[in-house]
T-cell receptor, first 116, second 112 residues
Framework: EPEVTQTPSHQVTQMGQEVILRCVPISNHLYFYWYRQILGQKVEFLVS????????KSEIFDDQFSVERPDGSNFTLKIRSTKLEDSAMYFCASSPSGGRGNSPLHFGNGTRLTVT | EDQVTQSPEALRLQEGESSSLNCSYTVSGLRGLFWYRQDPGKGPEFLFTLYSAGEEKEKERLKATLTKKESFLHITAPKPEDSATYLCAVEGSGGGADGLTFGKGTHLIIQP
């Protein structure tokens, strides 16, 4: 069964550094998402992306964050000038049609980001 | 603002002991209520989507039901492999840019 793959599985970075989290969505999916889960907290929506542009973003997704689909297969989340509070599990998800109808979001296994 | 509250936070059952998990929600125009399973160190795995009150869906030992205010995930004769965190999420049509709103989950442990 096709799956969403994320790399790396664990990223350690120093405060103030930039990180790029990578995702390969399921190949025929058109909608892409990033969510995060701080340890012990809820899964939180960050951003959705469709047709090469952001379609929705949450208050968390400020100027520190950006997303890009640099080629036909990868979807990236860039976090500039990381802060301690950015430490979390970041999940990429994809969907064939925006998560509505019988096309729910399929999540990857996440990248655990640790900011020291 | 959409809100999802799940209870209990944790539940320990003996193998074969049936029970139910609760998801209470408030949402502006429900587009869908979703149940996911999350294993440690993994991403959420889709289980069910429910759209309207009275709807029910089943998969193996799991059955999800929906009312206008809450959803239940019933687990019948569970096995140890059903141990996981079960997440409930809603998507509303209120115009907010929130994607899916998740609850904190119910951590289910099935003891052999």
């Amino acid at each position: 069964e096709p799956e969403v793959t994320q790399t790396p599985s664990h990223q350690v970075t120093q405060m103030g550094q930039e990180v790029i989290l990578r995702c390969v969505p399921i190949s025929n999916h058109l909608y892409f998402y990033w969510y995060r889960q701080i340890l012990g907290q809820k899964v939180e929506f960050l951003v959705s992306f469709y047709n090469n542009e952001i379609s929705e973003k949450s208050e968390i997704f400020d100027d520190q964050f950006s997303v890009e689909r640099p080629d036909g297969s990868n979807f990236t989340l860039k976090i500039r000038s990381t802060k301690l509070e950015d430490s979390a599990m970041y999940f990429c998800a994809s969907s064939p049609s925006g998560g509505r109808g019988n096309s729910p979001l399929h999540f990857g296994n996440g990248t655990r980001l640790t900011v020291t | 603002e959409d809100q999802v509250t799940q209870s209990p936070e944790a539940l320990r059952l003996q193998e074969g002991e049936s029970s139910s998990l609760n998801c209470s929600y408030t949402v502006s125009g429900l587009r869908g209520l979703f149940w996911y399973r999350q294993d440690p160190g993994k991403g959420p795995e889709f289980l069910f989507t429910l759209y309207s009150a009275g709807e029910e869906k089943e998969k193996e030992r799991l059955k999800a039901t929906l009312t206008k205010k809450e959803s239940f995930l019933h687990i019948t004769a569970p096995k140890p492999e059903d141990s996981a965190t079960y997440l409930c999420a809603v998507e509303g049509s209120g115009g907010g840019a929130d994607g899916l709103t998740f609850g904190k989950g119910t951590h289910l442990i099935i003891q052999p």
